[in-house]
């Protein structure tokens, strides 16, 4: 059983790949942008730029 999501995805395997592309997306639009330069490593506030 999969927990509800906003992608609204059922499929275990599916969610972690559309997760795994935000994720990614996220992390090229910082890189892209520079603000990358501005996360701070190793905490859980940087962790979730890319997370959210």
Same mark, same amino acid.
């Not at 790949?17 to 330069?37: M, P, V, W, Y």
């Given at each position: 059983?999969?927990?509800?999501?906003?992608?609204?995805?059922? !499929?275990?395997?599916?969610? @972690?790949?559309?997760?795994?592309?935000?994720?990614?997306?996220? &992390?090229?639009?910082?890189?892209?942008?520079? !603000?990358?330069?501005?996360? @701070?490593?190793?905490?859980?506030?940087?962790?979730?730029?890319? &997370?959210?």
């Amino acid at each position: 059983m999969i927990l509800e999501n906003k992608l609204n995805i059922t !499929d275990q395997i599916e969610l @972690a790949k559309a997760e795994e592309k935000i994720s990614k997306q996220k &992390a090229r639009q910082l890189f892209d942008s520079g !603000d990358i330069h501005k996360v @701070a490593v190793g905490t859980f506030a940087g962790l979730a730029k890319f &997370a959210t």
